[in-house]
């Protein structure tokens, strides 16, 4: 199995980090590939420019990373996604990714009727997405509104017809004990090393 980990966090020495190298470990531990795509290490643009746009629209990548990462993402069997939850919302290179990256005629097309969309990467058994954040789980469903769940699990591969889609939240980070973070990244390495 070939699994594509889309990492997003600036800062070397953080949680996200860490839990990068715990999912790499689960996934070893099952024998997976690896490949990583370092957004912040990449030089990857997030913006999306009027060529960009055009391109998206006659459905021809002319970004030479998106065109990298098209490639990458049409030989791997799982994608995890990995970042912090800034203001309610994923930060903008992940942003940028899903803008640029999940391209029709590439992730998905549209389906003869005009009627919603069907998946065309056909190899791809999960997506699962792995976030950090300050704000207590209760308040981030119910004040706002579940965003990352709203916005990345539904609104983006539900809709797209991507059926297996799995969200790891750790919430409070900063506030809870070291000994909280450590049991967090061994249950994230056990439950990576059962992905198959």
Same mark, same amino acid.
């Given at each position: 199995m070939r699994t594509l980990i889309v990492f997003n966090? *600036?800062? /070397?020495?953080?949680?996200? +980090?860490?839990?990068? =190298?715990?999912? =790499?470990?689960?996934l070893r531990?099952? =024998?997976? #590939?690896? /490949?990583?795509?370092h957004l912040d290490k990449d030089d990857f643009n997030p913006v999306m420019s009027s060529d960009d746009l055009l391109a $998206?629209? +006659?459905? #021809?990548?002319? /970004? *030479?990373k998106v065109l990298e990462y098209k490639s990458r993402l049409e030989k791997s069997d799982h994608l995890v996604f990995i970042f912090p939850i800034w203001w309610e919302l994923m930060p903008a290179l992940t942003k940028g $990714?899903?803008?640029?990256?999940? $391209? *029709?005629? &590439?992730?998905? =097309?549209?389906? #003869?009727?005009? &009627?919603?969309?069907? *998946? &065309?990467?056909?190899h791809l058994k999960s997506v699962s997405v792995v976030t950090t954040m300050n704000t207590p789980g209760i308040v981030y469903r119910f004040l706002f509104g579940n965003a990352i769940k709203k916005s990345l699990l539904r609104g983006t591969f539900w809709k797209m017809g991507y059926k297996n889609r799995k969200w790891i939240s750790l919430n409070m980070v900063k506030m809870v004990s070291e000994e909280k973070r450590k049991k967090w990244l061994v249950k994230i390495e056990s439950k990576f090393a059962k992905l198959n």
């Open positions: 966090h *600036p800062y /070397d020495g953080s949680y996200c +980090n860490a839990i990068l =190298q715990s999912v =790499q470990k689960g531990k099952a =024998q997976h #590939e690896i /490949d990583l795509i $998206f629209i +006659n459905r #021809e990548p002319v /970004d *030479p $990714f899903i803008d640029k990256v999940l $391209f *029709p005629g &590439l992730a998905y =097309q549209y389906k #003869e009727n005009g &009627l919603g969309m069907k *998946p &065309l990467l056909h």
